[in-house]
Antibody, heavy 117, light 107 residues
Framework: EVQLVESGGVLVQPGGSLRLSCVAS????????LSWVRQAPGKGLEWVTN????????NYVDSVKGRFTISRDNAKNSLYLQMNSLRAEDTAVYYC??????????WGLGTLVTVSS | AIRMTQSPSSFSASTGDRVTITCRAS??????LAWYQQKPGKAPKLLIY???SLQSGVPSRFNGSGSGTDFTLTINCLQSEDFATYYC?????????FGQGTKVEVK
């Protein structure tokens, strides 16, 4: 059974940093591109970033470029999101998702990041 | 960035109804479109990819169509478990973008 489990979401002050993790199981991790997608409270979905299987390609939405960094450790079946210079507008549930021909076929339950003083 | 516009934003329907949600892209995205269903407090669920391919395990009452800039999601014979919010997403180019969502409510 495919599983994605996110962790690391907490309350953090504006300007602070946070690292999210996503541990995968039930599939060959290094065969799939993976994404982070977020959803602000009561709002729609926003794609944030993704990373190719071997880490050779990373893509970001403009609003997080230069502040967020995606990475992965294929030996640990883990995906990460380093989030720096956090802003109130980064408050959201962050989902880890597996890419399937470009769409996302499996999602984690999400982890809540709250940026507030 | 490619803008995805869904219509309507919400509507009411009854079980057994046939419902249609539309999604329009601001530029040609070929068939690089997915549809997701999301229920409150839950992660999104992939329904359709490549505009019209049904994801494994998704009931056949869900149907996707379209290409280029105009797409539709049709739910035939709406079931109680189908009341949810639906999102389209393009993956033709980066950043991948979602529509604003369409909430299907009980009439």
């Amino acid at each position: 059974e495919v599983q994605l489990v996110e962790s690391g979401g907490v309350l953090v002050q504006p300007g602070g940093s946070l690292r999210l993790s996503c541990v995968a199981s039930g599939f060959t991790f290094n065969s799939y591109r993976l994404s982070w997608v977020r959803q602000a409270p009561g709002k729609g979905l926003e794609w944030v970033t993704n990373m190719k299987q071997d880490g050779s390609e990373k893509n970001y939405v403009d609003s997080v470029k230069g502040r967020f960094t995606i990475s992965r450790d294929n030996a640990k079946n883990s995906l990460y999101l380093q989030m720096n210079s956090l802003r109130a507008e980064d408050t959201a549930v962050y989902y880890c998702a597996r890419d399937h021909y470009g769409a996302s076929d499996y999602w984690g339950l999400g982890t809540l990041v709250t940026v507030s003083s | 960035a490619i803008r995805m516009t869904q219509s309507p934003s919400s509507f009411s329907a009854s079980t057994g109804d046939r419902v249609t949600i539309t999604c329009r892209a601001s530029q040609d995205i070929s068939s690089y479109l997915a549809w997701y269903q999301q229920k409150p407090g839950k992660a999104p669920k992939l329904l359709i990819y490549a505009a019209s391919s049904l994801q494994s395990g998704v009931p056949s009452r869900f149907n996707g169509s379209g290409s280029g800039t105009d797409f539709t999601l049709t739910i035939n014979c709406l079931q109680s478990e189908d009341f949810a919010t639906y999102y389209c997403q393009q993956y033709y180019s980066y950043p991948r973008t979602f529509g604003q969502g369409t909430k299907v409510e009980v009439k």
